[in-house]
């Protein structure tokens, strides 16, 4: 029988900085399965890599003294950004089973330490200060997005903002945060981040979600006309059934997000029956359970909520259908499986047919509509925040201020205040009766005509309120 192949020591390896850079090369020393970044450039006038040996040799000596010797450095000076960056990506590797949720925020994780490696590379950690973030925000500022091309039309060329800069940022202190925890650092450096925007209080009327539901059933709106585009003859202009069919599960998706709240992610994954590993409503369809039985809760928490009683006959409805093909997911698409992408393009399209702004209008958009509608119902806000499953502060501050039509009571109440009398008034108060002049309105002075008399002096409770 053969011996086991002996491991290699130590070693150089020269190999790309960026993928999609090919002409960034980069200095690592390979042993066994643990990568080190030397933080050294290809440079032409040493092809041969002379310091990076030198760097290794240090590397093998540090080595054999043992760990205790070896420790990590504590000078800023001395920690490479490449490093941090590197046991960064290394900490989120791609988990076997993980949901839509977790590999999008993956693949936003390596886009972000992507982005910050074309600035931070061949930076040290002292490097990390107030001027440097604010150049970072700068240079990212305003850069045109990948997928735009020069033919685009102008009026519709994204770029980005400031809020990037600021997500990417944030992946950097993160970063830095981690490594100095796992590495026993006692002095750390942080990026400045640029300030943090406003919340977004975009909120759909009753009407708007019901000209949402009525695209996905093939309608199309035309705003010129504010109807839906109809022929020459008058009839409704539906699209193919193709397009019907596979917009029925984001109908689903649409009432489900509207009328409870629930998170977009969540809502996709609601299965029919009692699950381990993701939400499901219960039996008597009363109750929806945001996330699994042995499903790990997040910093999005994602609490169980009743379900409103209007909609509780669409589920009973679904459901019946959907137990003659013994299907799984409440939320699928026409064959019956779930949505495994996020379905923003389907929704982007929908959103657009019923008239609305598709940049405006985010799945996202469903969950302040229904804090919007909770708060206008005059719900209080800590029902509201234990329904949507957050915590009092967030929905004061990012759902609290959509509008003034909740007002209505404030407004209400001053209408009809006590009324407030000065002293000088109350010892003339026997001088005459007062009288009140409303307007013209049958139906609330009982037919008694525009004008009527009331003596405050024989009046007992002066702020009752006169019954129509």
């Not at 903002?161 to 600021?166: D, M, V």
């Not at 002095?187 to 909120?203: F, M, N, S, T, Y």
């Not at 800590?382 to 039509?405: C, P």
Request: charge should be positive; include cysteine; proline fraction near 5%.
């Amino acid at each position: 029988m053969a011996g086991r192949r002996k491991q290699a020591g130590a070693r150089l390896w020269l190999r790309k900085r960026d993928e999609q850079d090919s002409s960034t090369w980069m200095w690592y020393i390979i042993d066994g399965k643990n990568q080190l970044s030397l933080g050294l450039f290809w440079d032409p006038h040493d092809p041969d890599g002379t310091k990076a040996d030198l760097l290794l040799s240090e590397y093998k000596v540090d080595k054999a003294k043992g760990p205790r010797t070896a420790a990590a450095p504590s000078n800023a000076d001395e920690i490479p950004l490449d490093d941090i960056l590197d046991h960064m990506e290394a900490s989120n590797p791609e988990k076997a089973g993980a949901t839509d949720a977790e590999i999008r925020n993956r693949t936003n994780l390596l886009f972000c330490i992507s982005e910050l490696r074309k600035y931070w590379s061949g930076k040290y950690l002292s490097d990390v200060t107030a001027q440097s973030s604010v150049e970072y925000r700068n240079i990212r500022t305003g850069v045109r997005w990948k997928n735009q091309t020069k033919e685009s039309d102008s009026s519709k060329i994204r770029v980005t903002g400031t809020q990037s800069a600021r997500r990417e940022l944030e992946v950097l202190n993160s970063a830095i945060q981690r490594y100095a925890r796992e590495k026993n650092l006692t002095a750390i450096r942080q990026a400045e981040l640029p300030p943090k925007a406003q919340p977004r209080d975009e909120w759909l009327t009753y009407d708007e979600v019901a000209r949402l539901l009525l695209a996905c059933r093939g309608r199309r709106w035309d705003p010129e006309a504010d109807d839906w585009i109809r022929d020459a003859r008058g009839r409704l202009v539906i699209k193919d059934p193709y397009t019907r069919r596979r917009r029925a599960g984001i109908a689903r998706f649409i009432l489900l997000a509207a009328w409870t709240g629930t998170r977009h992610d969540s809502v996709l994954r609601l299965r029919w029956k009692k699950n381990d590993s993701a939400g499901y409503v219960s039996g008597d369809l009363r109750t929806l359970f945001r996330r699994g039985d042995r499903e790990a809760d997040t910093s999005k928490s994602r609490n169980p909520c009743r379900i409103p009683t209007s909609l509780q006959a669409h589920i009973r409805r679904w459901q019946e259908n959907d137990d003659k093909r013994d299907l799984l997911n409440i939320v699928h698409q026409q064959n019956g499986t779930g949505y495994n992408a996020y379905i923003q393009i389907t929704f982007k399209q929908i959103v657009k047919d019923a008239g609305l702004d598709p940049e405006r209008i985010t799945p996202h958009t469903l969950r302040h509509t229904c804090a919007h509608w909770m708060k206008n119902e005059g719900v209080p806000i800590w029902v509201a925040a234990d329904y949507l499953s957050m915590t009092v502060e967030t929905l004061e501050n990012v759902y609290g201020s959509h509008t003034l039509d909740s007002h209505e009571l404030v407004v209400d109440a001053f209408a009809h205040r006590k009324r407030q009398v000065s002293p000088d008034r109350r010892s003339n108060a026997s001088a005459a009766p007062v009288t009140l002049r409303v307007p013209s309105d049958p139906g609330r002075s009982n037919g008694r005509g525009d004008r009527w008399t009331r003596d405050w002096r024989m009046s007992k409770r002066p702020n009752r309120r006169r019954t129509p």
